[in-house]
T-cell receptor
């Protein structure tokens, strides 16, 4: 998987939009950008994946610029329950020969 | 459908003992991966099995081993436990090889005393 860089931690108030940016300068042509969310004492949970431009689902939006060297996970109107660690992963893995490896992630704390 | 089931949820062992953890993947998933999570090191990859074969292995000592059965259920074993092995052990199953298909269990919390 490509090396990624994301902030260690972020704080936000309830009701605000939160944007977490991930840098992946060495992204390859076949790589996808995937985000997982992990609550305390639980396993990570897939939230969104994209290749280019914008992807939106019921949980989040993912913005990917044309050069694909970074991406931004956007969480609209966060609540206390969005307090979690968010991991950005970039890779292909279509051959299955490389494992799914997580970095340190971004610890988001939502404050009332 | 049932999720990934890990047993037991909590375990307390003494230094020097061995432990076996179990993971039942989602029905139809053929890939099972194991991770160790500690506050200091975060999520660290242990190994991955696909159709009973170890496909990938992380950088852990030989005391950590695993296997996968024909029904895709997997076990991991840690021998000669050390205090530093105290961690949350997570199992994830996947239907394929993409980054988005992983479903994690709730983990086994192992405490070594």
């Amino acid at each position: 998987l490509a090396k990624t860089t994301q902030p260690i931690s972020m704080d936000s108030y309830e009701g605000q939009e939160v944007n977490i940016t991930c840098s992946h300068n060495n992204i390859a042509t076949n790589d996808y950008i995937t985000w997982y969310q992990q609550f305390p004492s639980q396993g990570p949970r897939f939230i969104i994946q994209g290749y280019k431009t914008k992807v939106t689902n019921e949980v989040a939006s993912l913005f990917i610029p044309a050069d694909r060297k970074s991406s931004t996970l956007s969480l609209p109107r966060v609540s206390l329950s969005d307090t979690a660690v968010y991991y950005c992963l970039v890779g292909d893995r279509s051959s299955g020969n490389t494992p799914l490896v997580f970095g340190k992630g971004t610890r988001l704390s939502v404050i009332a | 459908k049932a999720g990934v089931t890990q047993t037991p949820r909590y375990l307390i062992k003494t230094r020097g003992q061995q432990v076996t953890l179990s993971c039942s993947p989602i029905s139809g998933h053929r890939s099972v991966s194991w991770y160790q999570q500690t506050p200091g090191q975060g999520l660290q990859f242990l190994f991955e099995y696909f159709s009973e074969t170890q496909r990938n292995k992380g950088n852990f000592p030989g005391r950590f081993s695993g296997r996968q059965f024909s029904n895709s259920r997997s076990e991991m074993n840690v021998s000669t436990l050390e205090l530093g092995d105290s961690a949350l052990y997570l199992c994830a199953s996947s239907w394929g090889t993409g980054l988005n298909g992983y479903t994690f269990g709730s983990g086994t919390r192992l405490t070594v005393v």
